[in-house]
């Protein structure tokens, strides 16, 4: 089986920062694993997804992504772009435009420059965007503008979209945040269940270690830029999470027990 992400020996700092963000950052993700990174607040997940999907420069160490090595001063080619999807927090749609609309922008990277300039999707890009929608349980949600629909429809608008661009790789950052519990677990559930059945490795961070377990095969800790552990799921121990969220669960307002 290959990699779907190789790090070597990473270190980053932000502009500015007295601390590095990352630091003698190793793993190595096989292709079709869900991986969880859990960690508190500033523990540098963002900033770990943000340069998989290959918004940073200036790293140091070795990164490759979907057997592409990344180039620490340069962007990936804009052709490698479209095979990782990344899902915001924030969820980051086009709130006056339609459902069915943000979902087809998940297309753009994959129609041709002209087509994609005109607005103008295929009929093949309406079949995915549709499927994707149908998948995510939201089809008859396709005609509703964006800024219409509610904190649970909106993250599966995204996760969606996400699906419509047929990434191999998907990065979610604090994908279920913002939505309650029960929510939270149903859309964790949909966006691994898609990436599995697509074959495809998924990688979301969390402060939820209760729900991180439930849905992913692994879970790499990380506080204070540094990998603390990278375990199989079922051999995560409570002391190891309750170490991780050592000092930072008032902080953070996280949940320690793991329940499986
Ligand atoms: N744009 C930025 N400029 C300067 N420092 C940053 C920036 N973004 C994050 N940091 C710092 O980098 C560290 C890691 O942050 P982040 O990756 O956001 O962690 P997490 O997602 O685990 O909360 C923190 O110390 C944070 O304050
Ligand atoms: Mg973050």
């Known amino acids: 089986m290959t990699d779907a992400v190789l790090v070597d020996d990473l270190g980053f700092s932000h502009p500015d920062a007295i601390l590095p ?3 003698r950052v190793s793993l190595s993700i096989p292709t079709g694993e869900a991986v969880a990174l859990l960690g508190p607040s500033g523990a540098g997940k963002t900033t770990l997804l943000t340069l998989l999907d290959g918004r940073l420069r200036g790293w140091r160490g070795r990164v490759s992504v979907l057997d592409a090595p990344f180039d620490p001063d340069r962007a990936p080619p804009l052709a490698r772009r479209s095979d990782t999807g990344f899902i915001f927090q ?3 749609l086009v709130e006056r435009s339609t459902v069915l609309r943000n979902v087809l922008n998940g297309r753009l990277g994959r129609m041709p420059p002209l087509r994609a300039l005109l607005g103008r ?4 890009d309406l079949d995915i965007a549709q499927a ?5 349980g ?4 396709a005609d ?4 219409s629909v509610s904190g649970g429809q909106r993250q599966r608008v995204a996760i969606a979209r996400c699906l419509a661009q047929e990434p191999q790789l ?3 950052d604090e994908p279920v945040s913002n939505l309650d519990p029960t929510r939270a677990a149903e859309v964790l559930d949909l966006l691994t269940g898609a990436a599995r059945a697509r074959s495809a490795t998924v990688i979301f ?5 209760e729900l991180a377990c439930r849905f992913a095969d692994r879970i790499i800790g990380m506080r204070y830029g540094r990998i603390v552990f990278d375990t199989p799921t079922r051999d995560l121990t409570e002391d190891a999470t309750t170490e991780l969220y050592r000092d930072a669960d008032v902080l953070t307002g996280a949940k320690l027990q793991v329940v499986r």
């Open 170 to 172: 998907i990065l979610a």
């Open 90 to 92: 924030e969820f980051a």
């Open 121 to 124: 999707p295929s009929g093949r």
């Open 132 to 136: 994707a929608l149908a998948d995510c």
């Open 21 to 23: 963000a990352l630091e």
């Open 138 to 141: 939201i089809a008859d949600l």
């Open 144 to 147: 509703r503008r964006a800024d």
């Open 205 to 209: 961070s969390s402060h939820q270690p």
